[in-house]
C-alpha cells in the first residue's frame, strides 16, 4: 500500500480557488493511477478526477470538468488537485487515493487512502 496525506484544504468564497496536495510514500509512486474523491455531508462518496501512472491522461466528474485539474509529479510523489470557480456544492471532505491497477472512478479498486482534507465553499 501507499501512504498518503492530503493538505490544502480550507474555507473559501464562491468564485475562489483552493490548490489540494498529497504527499505519498511507501509503495512505488509510479506503479499506479491516482485519484481525487470526496463526500459531503450524508452523501456517498464520489469520484472527481483520475490521472493515469504517467500523467499524460486525466479524466474528470462532469460536476468539476473545466473548473479542476488533476496532476501529479512522480520524482516528488506528489499529486495536486487545482480548483477553481468553487461552488458551495463543492463544499466536502476530499480524499487522495492510490491504486496499482488501472484508472478507474469506482472507489473499491483503490486500496490505499488519505485522512481527506475539509474544503468549505460559503456563498
Same mark, same amino acid.
Given at each position: =500500500?501507499? =501512504?498518503?496525506?492530503?493538505? %490544502?484544504? %480550507?474555507?473559501?468564497q464562491? /468564485? %475562489?480557488?483552493?490548490?489540494?496536495?498529497? +504527499?505519498?510514500? /511507501?509503495?512505488?509512486?509510479?506503479? /499506479? +493511477?491516482? +485519484?481525487?474523491?470526496r463526500q459531503a455531508p450524508g452523501k456517498e462518496r464520489e469520484f472527481v478526477a483520475y490521472v493515469r501512472r504517467s500523467g499524460g491522461s486525466t479524466y474528470y466528474a462532469d460536476s468539476v470538468k473545466g473548473r479542476f485539474t488533476i496532476s501529479r509529479d512522480n520524482a516528488k510523489n506528489m499529486v495536486y488537485? =487545482?480548483?477553481n470557480n468553487l461552488k458551495p456544492e463543492d463544499t466536502a471532505?476530499?480524499?487522495?487515493?492510490?491504486t496499482a491497477g488501472l484508472a478507474t472512478t469506482n472507489p473499491l479498486r483503490y486500496d490505499s487512502w488519505g485522512q481527506g482534507t475539509q474544503v468549505t465553499v460559503s456563498s
Open positions: =500500500q501507499v =501512504q498518503l496525506v492530503e493538505s %490544502g484544504g %480550507g474555507l473559501v464562491a /468564485g %475562489g480557488s483552493l490548490r489540494l496536495s498529497c +504527499a505519498a510514500s /511507501g509503495r512505488t509512486f509510479n506503479s /499506479g +493511477a491516482m +485519484a481525487w474523491f488537485l =487545482q480548483m471532505v476530499y480524499y487522495c487515493t492510490a
